[in-house]
Structures are given as C-alpha cells and as structure tokens.
C-alpha cells in the first residue's frame, strides 16, 4: 500500500520517562529526563511505516511533575488544532506517567472531536533492558490508526491496554502495569498489533462534553487540600485567604472531612470559593445519598474522581457557573 492510503497519525511529543537516555543498558532509575525526541521515538519502532503514515512534532520536553496549567491549555489548543486537519486521523501523545491521567482527563473534556487521542509513556526508559517504551507507543499508534477507536473518547494506552481518561489512575510509583481501571474502564487490548474493545464509555466526554478551552488563557486557580489524623485546619484556611474560586478536599473514606474544616467554612465571611468533597481512597464513589449533609455543609460530592481529577473538572465548570446546583449536576453527570 502506498503511504497516501493508510491511516495518518500525527505524534505529539511532551518529554517523560519514554524520552530520557540512561547512561547504561541496566538504569532504570535516576537517568537524564526528555533527550530523546518524537523523531527518536518513532525511529524506535521497526515497520510501522508500512501500517501507519506518521507525523511528529515536539510540543514539550519535560517531566509531566513539571507541568502547569497553561501547558494543559496550550496541549488542548494544539490536539485541536491537528484534529481540525482532515488529513489526520488521530492523535498519539507522548507524555511523563506522572501527571498523565490529569492530561488525559483534561483533554476528555475539552477536545470536541470523535477522532482517537491517545496518551502513552513509559515506566522505563526505551533504551534500557525491557524498556515499554517503544510497544507503548507502537501500541498507541495502532490503536489511533484504528477506525473503531473513533467516539471512544480520550484514552491512556499503557501495557497493552486501553483506558478511559475518566476512570485511568497511576497506582504504583514502579510497574509497568501501574495504569489501571479501579471501578472499570478498561476498555480494550492492543495484543500482536490487533486492537480490539470490549467496552465503551458512556459519561459525556469530547463531542459530549459542556467544557470549552479553545479561548481559555487561564484557568480558575482551584487548590487541593489534604486531610489525616490531625490535620487542623490552616491548609484548608490558607487556601480560603488566597481567594482562589474553589477548593478541592481529599477527604477520608467517603469524602469524610474533619468538623472544624466544616465549620470554618460554613462561617468562612463574604465570598466562599466552592468546594468539593473528594476522597484520598483511590477507589468507589463519595455521595451523600439523601444530598441533606452536603446542602448543609455548600459541599459538593466529587461522586469518586480523585482529588486531582475533581480539581480539573471543577476549573472547567468554574468557567461555566460557580452555582452549588450547577457544580452538583456536572460531578455527578460526567
Ligand atoms: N518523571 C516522569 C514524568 O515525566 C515519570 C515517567 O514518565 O514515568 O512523569
């Protein structure tokens, strides 16, 4: 087949792990981050020209702990951008595990398109012995080439699998299989080069989705606050004084959050910053079934995304409304 006729993916490179050097064959920890490039990277995967027309670009090089939110802005304007491209039909972006999920997440909500983005990275550098990197990104190349990708919305293809921005969440500071699912989203396998789907989403997301960061050149500062025995209150107090519009609680268990915190808030005076009630558990759901504790308290349920997920989607509902109802609706909707 001729290069015009297959399917045309178009890399985005971003730094990570997946792009560092290490000194030696045996160094999977403390290597130099981002010296490889999206050139490099592609380079590392023998045949794909004969399945895949690519193209690349270097967006970033850096790790994904470094990450800010205008870096998110500018990776959603740009996945746009390429999308708009009707000679394109999908995306791979190349990105640190660190921070993946977030951007993953983000670009669930904010790119309107039904063609496959799809972010991978490594656990070891490429170079190294059993280095992931060049299968996940061969993998994740395949699977944006891939007709039945379409409308599956955002993905992380990490260790031969396929997960939903919504629900991917990194679980082990070391393994390869760190990527995983807790309460399902795993929608699907890339195995000998075949990908296949079991499952498709059905929270809102792309095409679906209310949240538009096409014109955004900032997002609303929302801090994330942390609770444990004996907390007190000053995190919690000093994010109410830096005025920022919204506050994240990672609370115990079902969102559980010390009293005190409760109180300063409810007696916090003039304006109050929204905030809702997620839970450090990495698994389950944080409601109040009957709504009367949270009307009682102005919390709102992050109905199980994880603290830095509940963060994300309350900066892009915060762009919309900063309405109790209205920030309930969306936290339980998508
Ligand atoms: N520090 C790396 C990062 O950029 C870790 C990784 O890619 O696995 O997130």
Sequence with gaps: MSQQHLPHVHVIATGGTIASRPVSP?????????????????????GIETRVRLTTEQLLATASSALEDADLLRLSQR????????????VVITHGTDTMEESAFFLNLTVHSEKP???????????VLSGDGPLNLMNAILAAAEPQSRGMGVMVCMNDHLLAARDVMKTSTYKVETFQCLEGGCLG????????????PLRPHTVRSEFDARELTALPRV?????????????????LESGCPGIVVAGSGNGSIPP?????????????PAFVRAS??????????????????????????SPQKSRLLLQLALTVSSERDYLCGVFARY
């Design 280 to 305: 450090r558990v990495p698994g389950g759901f944080v409601g109040d079934y009957s709504g009367e504790r949270d009307a009682r308290n102005g919390t709102v349920p992050s109905c199980g995304f």
């Design 260 to 272: 005190a915190i409760h109180e300063m808030y409810r007696a916090w005076p003039g304006q109050k």
């Design 117 to 127: 983005v799809i972010l991978t990275g490594s656990m070891r550098p490429s170079t």
């Design 223 to 239: 801090e994330v606050v942390y609770t444990h025995i004996g907390c007190g209150t000053q995190m919690f107090r000093a994010a």
């Design 26 to 46: 045996t160094q999977t920890t403390g290597y130099s981050q981002v010296a490889l490039t999206a050139d490099d990277l592609v380079a590392g995967i023998p």
């Design 79 to 90: 996945v746009a951008d390429v999308l708009d491209d009707e000679t394109v039909d999908g």
């Design 189 to 200: 396998t890339v195995m000998g080069g075949v990908v296949r789907y079991q499952y498709a």
